[in-house]
């Protein structure tokens, strides 16, 4: 017994005050040692003292702050997200129903009266009406928001939720005052019953407004660990073959992989030679050779031999496994972000209530203290009632709800346009602030393919000739860096013939023969245990080692003819994204597993001048995290690949580039849909531009409550005049959020296509100039002949 630690999905939360409120309400709980909750995931992990207090008691907890707590299974999980939405669709559709028959009965009286807005009704029937519609919306659609209220006041926790409660209850208090105390006085009665209405609608509005934002309702949500493949081929001590289920894999376990197919689980390879992709671990471009002896990683790509592999990890400690748990824990770790929507409430809320308690005093004590004055002899107990609740009315901002989601669609519709996807809240508000952005370099610097930099002819041999003769040994390889060659000799219309003979050495290089001579094509350690002499070469070789390339050299009849550097193509926009953010005052810093030398001779390329290098996949997130808590940086990730995935889920943003893996487009607040570079900057500028109008928008919002509750302490304001602010504020929101904007049928479906996010999208292949390349086609043929 003793600490342990609980991660739950947290269903119902729709602002950072709800987090707050999870936090405050989990931290006043004995045992509990700390909670971390992350609003944009939706997800809390607690750390407690289990000898103190039972899992059980947490949960209770949560349930009855009013939060629902999701399955853990991601199907099950999205089913119950998608029952969520349709229930703030059901309370929306009955409360709407409920204001607009409470306006009809409303637009009824003020008919009878002579189109007086202000007059009363002595009429019992609208009472009755205007009442049961209040009740309606306030304990039906609105019955949820009050078990919230009422488990946060009394745990000494005000909210935005508190102060929705006090100015519908305040209505319902106005409108029984007005019928059994203050009977005769045109009190009013209809007026104080329809704000309750309203302002629970309203509440109900804001927060589906919300939770459409922040509910991503794509089924091609890809889990991680459907990367590896359901079932496995065990092989038995007597060599039989059996397909068993990858959950049943034990350590020990032989089990055989074939070319093209992903490897199941964690294991050492005990038979047979290969090429394998371990980008989805590592994130590096160029694939490794395997040979009995090494390890290789669950979810990997054989992509030549086959290899018989012995079971080294199984369940939590395989690989793809343990990513997932880290990125489950980044999500709760990461620093809490609160919404500036959320700052202002939390001085809103007691203000508020503090101004109705003092105006309520002052209407009471001070005409009885000071009588014979302009304010009445004797204690205004009548003005003091309307004041107190005029104030409470008039206090709950419903355009508040509205004014970052709505500035989230405007702001999401734009980035849509320049081919970014803003996945929630905390992308615009937080990116604003970043000050440093830490890049990957394979796969998001980089174009994170194999491709050729270099050719060098040593003596008097000829580039050309040189590419021709590596082209025509590699013709027949499988090796990816052999892709390379024959892309690279495509692309400079170099034409080559096949080699008479062709043999592959694993791991090495290839021998051949080519025009009657004999060919060595491969890694300098090989060819010096074939007798070459590199010496030859007149330290030619060292150049692109130093760039951080790797170097295959060509041999013809035993000598040294030249050298091709491979390595992974800087993207073309990478210096101009570099410089973007250095202008902006934003430090870009580089993250790769590379070597020093490598990741140095990358980075002086793009104009990078901060670089982690060889940094393991594991320790990616740590770094980030050393970034934010020992440096005070605000920090962005930008990757693409599984090993990426923690990191960008620690990260105060994470982006990913759409062309990278489900799992890291996942984990990203920002999406980069292709594999542009310069979307880095685009998304920083929307997302300053979106923060500004919600900074406008909820001082918009703020203005007409302000001054609505400041004016409502002299006791002067009817009722009427909140049911006016609330219309003025949301209105004023709406034309603010989309000023500017063509709101075309194509323009509005831009803005709102933000709110769902569309799997098909990310995946769609990117218009460019391959699409025209003439020898596309060419590559295509001559690969697919000879695999």
């Known amino acids: 017994m003793g600490a342990t630690q609980v991660q739950y999905n947290i269903g119902g939360m729709s602002c950072s005050f709800c987090a707050e409120t999870i936090t405050k309400a989990l931290a006043r709980t004995d045992g509990v040692e700390d909670a971390n909750v992350s609003l944009a995931h939706e997800e809390v992990l607690i750390q407690y003292d ?25 199907e099950k999980r999205f089913e119950e997200q998608q029952a969520e939405l349709e229930r703030g669709k059901r309370r929306l559709l ?32 609208m009472w009755n009406g205007s009442l049961a519609l209040a009740l309606v919306t306030m304990f039906g659609p609105g019955r949820y928001i009050k078990k919230k209220a009422y488990n946060s006041l009394r745990r000494g926790i005000f909210n935005q939720h508190v102060l929705l409660e006090s100015g519908a209850f305040a209505g319902l208090a106005g409108g029984f005052l007005g019928w059994f105390v203050f009977t005769g006085t045109g009190f009013p009665v209809v007026h104080f019953f329809v704000v309750s209405t309203f302002i629970t609608t309203y509440h109900i509005l804001s927060e589906y407004t919300s939770l459409i934002v922040r509910t991503r309702a794509s089924q091609a949500v890809q889990d991680l660990i459907g990367l590896q493949p359901d079932t496995a081929r065990r092989v038995g001590e007597d060599g039989a073959v059996e ?17 093209g197919e992903s ?12 090429v394998v992709d371990e980008s989805v671990a590592t994130g590096e471009s160029t694939p490794i050779d395997k040979e009995p002896g090494d390890e290789v990683i669950g979810g990997s790509v054989n992509e030549t031999g086959t290899l018989l592999i012995e079971v080294t990890r199984t369940g939590d400690d395989a690989f793809l496994n343990q990513v997932a748990q880290q990125i489950e824990e980044a999500r709760a770790m990461k620093p809490g972000i609160v919404q500036l929507a959320d700052r202002m409430l939390k001085y809103f809320v007691p203000g508020v209530l503090s101004i109705a308690a003092a105006a309520f005093g002052f209407w009471l004590v001070v005409p009885a203290v000071f009588p014979g004055t302009t304010l009445g002899s004797g204690p205004q107990v009548e003005t003091a009632v309307f004041a107190a609740l005029s104030a409470l009315v008039l206090g709950y901002p419903c355009a508040l709800g509205m004014a970052t989601p709505l500035a989230l669609i405007r702001g999401g519709g734009e980035a849509a346009r320049h081919g970014i996807l803003m996945r929630s809240g905390d992308a615009f508000q937080v990116y604003r602030d970043v000050d440093t952005i830490v890049l990957d370099k394979t796969g998001t610097i980089t174009e994170g393919e194999p491709a050729v930099d270099t050719v060098v002819g040593i003596g008097d041999h000829a580039e050309v000739d040189v590419l021709r003769t590596a082209a025509s040994a590699e013709a027949f390889s499988e090796h990816p860096l052999a892709d390379a060659i024959l892309d690279h000799a495509d692309e400079r219309d170099v034409s080559f013939p096949d080699p008479a003979v062709f043999e592959s050495v694993t791991g090495k290089g290839v021998r051949a023969t080519v025009d009657g001579e004999d060919v060595l094509v491969g890694k300098p350690d090989w060819l010096v245990e074939e007798g070459v002499d590199l010496r030859a070469g007149g330290g030619v070789i060292e150049d692109p080692q130093s760039r951080g390339l790797t170097t295959i050299g060509v041999v013809t009849n035993g000598d040294l003819v030249g050298l091709v550097g491979i390595g992974d193509e800087i993207k073309a926009d990478a210096w101009d994204t570099i410089q973007r953010i250095t202008d902006a005052g934003i430090d870009p810093v580089m993250i790769t597993g590379d070597n020093e030398r490598t990741a140095h001779a990358v980075a002086d390329e793009v104009g990078i001048g901060r670089v982690l290098a060889e940094v393991l996949p594991d320790e990616k997130r740590d770094e980030i995290r050393r970034l934010q808590d020992e440096e005070g940086e605000c920090v962005a990730m930008v990757g693409d690949g599984i090993n990426d995935a923690p990191a960008l889920t620690q990260a105060d943003i994470g982006i990913a580039i759409g062309a990278g893996t489900d799992i890291a487009i996942e984990s990203a607040g920002i999406v980069l849909m292709g594999d542009r570079l310069g979307g880095v900057m685009d998304a920083y500028e929307i997302a300053q531009t979106s923060y500004e109008k919600t900074r406008q928008n909820l001082l918009g919002a703020f203005s007409f409550n302000g001054i609505g509750v400041a004016a409502a ?42 709110v769902d996010t569309d799997a098909e999208a990310l995946s769609a292949p990117e218009t460019s100039g391959d699409a025209t390349d003439p020898y596309a086609e060419n590559r295509s043929t001559r690969k697919t002949v000879l695999r």
């Open 243 to 259: 397909e068993v289920a990858v959950d049943g894999l034990e350590v020990g376990d032989r089990v055989r992989v074939k070319p």
């Open 50 to 74: 289990d000898a103190v207090v039972s899992e059980v008691n947490l949960t209770d907890t949560l349930r009855d702050l009013g939060y629902t707590i999701r399955d853990p299974d991601k």
């Open 94 to 125: 009955i409360s709407g129903v409920a204001s607009l028959l409470s306006l009809l009965l409303m637009g009824v009286m003020v008919a009878r009266n002579g189109w007086n807005i202000f007059a009363e009704t002595d009429q019992q029937w």
């Open 263 to 274: 490897i199941p689980i964690d294991g050492d390879v005990i038979e047979g030679e290969s």
């Open 713 to 754: 302490t002299t006791g002067l304001v009817h009722p009427v005049f909140a049911m006016l602010a609330m219309v003025a504020s949301v209105s004023a929101v709406l034309a603010n959020s989309f000023a500017g904007q063509l709101l075309s049928d194509e323009g509005i479906k831009a803005d709102f296509s933000t």
